[in-house]
């Protein structure tokens, strides 16, 4: 994807801190999270698309909250900056892509890969 994450602590199972980059563009794929997640924006502009509900825009200032089960994808606007608060992982979470529903696991793969 265009995100790149600088993982500033990371204990999966507590917390991790993150600081993200994301590079103008989107990725194909809607997905939801391993995790609950706090973002603040720091620099930059990003339009939140999800599956069943209208588009959000972020921008710099600003704080958002995505519980796991949020199924979305960050289309960055411009060159973005967030630091990104995540809460305990679970083993599994699910991309849609292609029409269909796929389970992911730890290292992003398929649970039936």
Do not use: C, M
Not at 17 to 41: I, N, P, Q, S
Not at 51 to 63: D, H, I, M, Q, S
Not at 100 to 112: A, D, M
Request: charged share 25%.
């Amino acid at each position: 994807s265009g995100v790149t994450g600088y993982f500033l602590v990371e204990a999966k199972l507590a917390f991790s801190v993150v600081l993200l980059h994301f590079a103008k563009g989107t990725r194909e794929a809607y997905h939801e999270h391993a995790f609950d997640a706090w973002t603040f924006w720091l620099r930059g502009s990003v339009v939140e698309h999800h599956l069943t509900a209208p588009p959000k825009n972020f921008r710099a200032g600003r704080l958002k909250y995505t519980p796991r089960d949020t199924f979305h994808k960050i289309q960055a606007l411009e060159s973005t900056w967030a630091l990104s608060i995540r809460g305990p992982w679970i083993d599994n979470w699910r991309e849609f892509r292609n029409g269909k529903y796929v389970t992911l696991t730890h290292g992003r793969k398929g649970v039936n890969d």
